[in-house]
């Protein structure tokens, strides 16, 4: 469980869904790529090396016409379509992590060169400190974001006040961003670093799975409100279900 410990801090019942999807996927790669033998190994290789040389394009163009689907049916229905949906996502994330690990071992200095969504995050926070943009404009680029992002009891920061907001800001007031590139500038590049580039496709990936654990979110909130539950994350994935 270290991978999703650290993933997702002290996660609640529900939250633990989301633990077993991730697992699932862990388990189908690590099963795919722990397989003994050279020419396992071998076919393991080719297959990292072709990905982070030319097929993470896939991934990238996957995410960048990538938009959370509008789902119909009760609830419930909703839930079980987002789960889904965070489950084909993740699987792509996990896949690039691994082609990221292989690329690091390969790379002398593995420095990310590009801007990254989450140093993007932290430039939005500063901006927000210093009165350059509103919580509106804050809150449409990184309001489905959260501290402890991926546990679904976790308020979004387009939920928190604008004090709130304003006090976490607070900490980044002196972030220097020393990097004037974003990943899509840099993928155009004729040289280019594959280890910069899996990193920024982990940090997209990243910023949209977690526009569908906002989705979730939203939706367990909607339960808890029809249901007149007291703690809707206290339930795990079943008891949810059971209540429709």
Known sequence: MTYTDELIKNPSNITKHLIEIILKIDKKYNDEFNKKGFINKLKRDVKLNYYAKEDYNKFYSFLILYNVAIHTGSNIEKIKKYFQEFEIIYDKIIFNNLALVSESIKTKKAICQIITMEELKIQ???????????????DKKFGHYGLNPYELSEKRFEEYSKKELMKLASLSKNFELNKNIKLDDYIKKKKKDNFSILVGLRELGKYKALLIIKEIRNILLNIEKEKNINNIFSLNYNEIDSLY
Not at 124 to 138: A, D, L, Q, V
């Open 124 to 138: 939005y926070f500063k901006k927000i400190y210093m009165n350059k943009i509103s919580k509106f404009e804050f």
